[in-house]
């Protein structure tokens, strides 16, 4: 079975400061694509990043970073100097070659940055 | 702008009655994917479409119902309303059919609330 688990319900940091948001996910699939998504109050999953299971080079977009360690099953994601409109639940989600595309979610990381 | 949009944005049902929920996804996205998310959860895959035939499906009742049709648009039925089904209903799109890398661009939902 796949899963994805979230641990950090939520989190508040002061503006400017780094967060990061942890992923850890259960596949047997060997071939597998990690997303993040942030989800502002409006509702609508804005894609932020797309990674193979292949490709374990860490990426960076900006204020945004994240880092896949095939080894330990994590796909973590950094904001690095936060600021307000960071503000949102962001969610880390997993398909594979055995579930004909649904993405699986974990329960979402709350982030509230305060001025 | 993912340019999948969802109509109604907001509304109230009564339990037992039925609901359709509508959808268009981009020009060229022949694979599209319909999700409920409770209040503070991550999104839970109820089906899938491809080429307007159910593709997938999650752990969802046969009162949960789609079409998909060939100009892109596709709709979710959910008949017998029970208080339970008040979610965040998100449409999805993709243009590649099951499993798949690309991208996968959501809407910003229909707020279902059964009274």
């Known amino acids: 079975a796949q899963k994805v688990t979230q641990a950090q319900t939520e989190i508040s940091v002061v503006e400017k400061e780094d967060v990061t948001l942890d992923c850890v996910y259960e596949?047997?699939?060997?071939?597998?694509?990690l997303f993040w998504y942030k989800q502002p109050p409006s509702g609508e999953l804005v894609f932020l990043i797309r990674r193979n299971s292949f490709d374990e080079q860490n990426e960076i977009s900006g204020r945004y970073s994240w880092n896949f360690q095939k080894s330990t099953s994590s796909f973590n994601f950094t904001i690095t100097a936060s600021q307000v409109v960071d503000s949102a639940v962001y969610f880390c989600a997993l398909t594979g070659s055995s579930n004909t595309g649904k993405l699986i979610f974990g329960q979402g990381t709350t982030l509230q940055v305060k001025p | 702008e993912t340019g999948v949009t969802q109509s109604p944005t907001h509304l109230i049902k009564t339990r037992g009655q039925q609901v359709t929920l509508r959808c268009s996804s981009q020009s060229g996205h022949n694979t599209v994917s319909w999700y409920q998310q409770a209040l503070g959860q991550g999104p839970q895959f109820i089906f899938q479409?491809?080429?307007?035939?159910?593709?997938g499906r999650g752990n969802f009742p046969p009162r949960f119902s789609g079409l998909q049709f060939p100009n892109y648009s596709s709709e979710l039925n959910v008949n017998a309303l029970e208080l339970d089904d008040s979610a965040l209903y998100l449409c999805?799109?993709?243009?590649?059919?099951?499993?798949?890398?690309?991208?996968?661009?959501f809407g910003e939902g229909s707020w279902l609330t059964v009274v």
């Open positions: 596949t047997r699939d060997t071939t597998y694509y």
């Open positions: 999805a799109s993709s243009d590649r059919q099951g499993f798949s890398g690309n991208t996968i661009y």
């Open positions: 479409y491809y080429r307007e035939e159910e593709n």
